[in-house]
């Protein structure tokens, strides 16, 4: 039986793989819960599973989700804060943990699971973006293990040979006779809108996507294709692969999630209906595969598949966000943050869809910080740089 923390328990990742383990509650135990402020939904999941320890983000929520516990008489121990989410990330009886925890608070408990040896099943994709270069180090002197779990890279992982899966990070892909990493976007609600149709989109289209159901920030960072620069960062290091390894592909089925291009000329591809189960259960399985109760893709019925390049004009800050990788980790954690900032003004309507790329290439080129050296250069950069975003945001608001 694997021990299991799952960190961001409330949010759809971590309701997703306890879903998975209540179908093989002989496999997996449920030891610990990190989660936010969704004192009912953890409430529930700890009805569900009774696990030794919770810890919320906040003291209040902390203290709702204790009391509550103790009505129904559930023994569950309850924590709060930073350093309290740290800990359960990195208790000595885990075997994997889930770091699911979105943005920059997710870093520290990440880094904690691998400084304590664990299995880590990543879907937080700060912890790459902006400590890729750091935390690949960190992963080279401890016996932790990387796992991605989001769909594009999950997929790449399923389709690389043993070796490279158990060495992530690590191992050459030309050793293994990979030539390219083809990395695949939807192209989000507004692939075929016209460069004056964007300017005009509301928060409620851009959430609306038209194969997966996601939350409300990676939604528009998908509509932006924001996302899929993103995901290309996180490549470059999960894979260990160069610029020239790794292409970027318009598939607005969301069927293929990747594929690999071998040198001699053999493609593989991994293919499947867009429901992130099937890759989280990969990586709680891994090396094995186990059933799952998942539709499967109906080749018969769905045999048109298409491929096209991404059009760089009208979705700028996938450009920014590839160009921005080679500038260092400084540059992509002030973009990072930068677009987080951007985005939430977005939502909040205090500016155009369009003008996300504005805040963020003016808050990348007003910035000027050295290379971090630990998690905490990190958040100091990542603090700054969202102080001017909230500048630049004010100079392009309605």
């Avoid at 093989?24 to 969704?38: E, G, M, Q, R, S």
């Amino acid at each position: 039986m694997k021990k299991i923390t799952i960190l961001g328990s409330s949010g759809s990742i971590g309701t997703s793989t306890l879903s998975i383990i209540r179908l093989y509650p002989n496999l997996f135990k449920v030891v610990a819960l990190v989660a936010n402020k969704n004192v009912t939904k953890v409430l529930e999941q700890c009805k569900i599973f009774s696990p030794e320890w919770v810890a919320m983000y906040h003291e209040k929520s902390a203290n709702s989700l204790s009391e509550k516990l103790r009505i129904k008489k559930i023994k569950t121990r309850v924590l709060f804060g930073a350093q309290a989410i740290c800990q359960l990330a990195s208790l000595s009886e885990i075997d994997q943990v889930v770091c699911a925890i979105s943005g920059v608070a997710g870093l520290l408990p990440t880094l904690s699971a691998i400084r304590a040896g664990k299995t880590i099943l990543l879907a937080n994709k700060e912890s790459l973006i902006t400590c890729g270069h750091l935390f690949m180090k960190e992963l080279s002197f401890s016996k932790a293990r990387i796992l991605p779990i989001d769909s594009e890279h999950n997929a790449v992982f399923q389709l690389l040979p043993l070796d490279i899966q158990k060495n992530l990070g690590i191992v050459n892909l030309k050793k293994s006779f990979i030539k390219n990493i083809i990395l695949t976007a939807s192209g989000g609600p507004f692939y075929n809108f016209s460069i004056s149709q964007l300017k005009n989109v509301t928060p409620i289209q851009a959430c609306s996507h038209p194969n997966w159901s996601m939350g409300k920030k990676i939604s528009v960072d998908s509509a932006t294709m924001m996302n899929k620069g993103l995901e290309y960062v996180e490549a470059r290091w999960l894979f260990h692969a160069s610029e020239s390894e790794i292409k970027i592909l318009i598939h607005p089925q969301s069927v293929v999630h990747a594929m690999i291009e071998y040198y001699d000329g053999s493609i593989s591809a991994q293919l499947s209906i867009p429901n992130i189960k099937i890759f989280i259960s990969y990586a709680m399985f891994w090396p094995h595969r186990l059933r799952l109760k998942s539709d499967f893709f109906n080749y018969l019925k769905n045999n048109n598949l298409s491929f096209f390049e991404p059009n760089f004009t009208k979705f700028p800050c996938l450009k920014l966000t590839i160009d921005t990788f080679s500038e260092g980790q400084s540059a992509m954690t002030v973009l990072n943050a930068a677009n987080e900032i951007a985005v939430s003004a977005f939502l909040n309507r205090k500016i155009s869809f369009d003008k996300i790329y504005n805040v963020n290439l003016e808050t990348l080129m007003s910035s000027c910080f050295s290379e971090p050296n630990s998690i905490e250069d990190v958040l100091e950069i990542d603090r700054m740089a969202r102080i001017l975003a909230m500048k630049k945001v004010l100079s392009f608001s309605f």
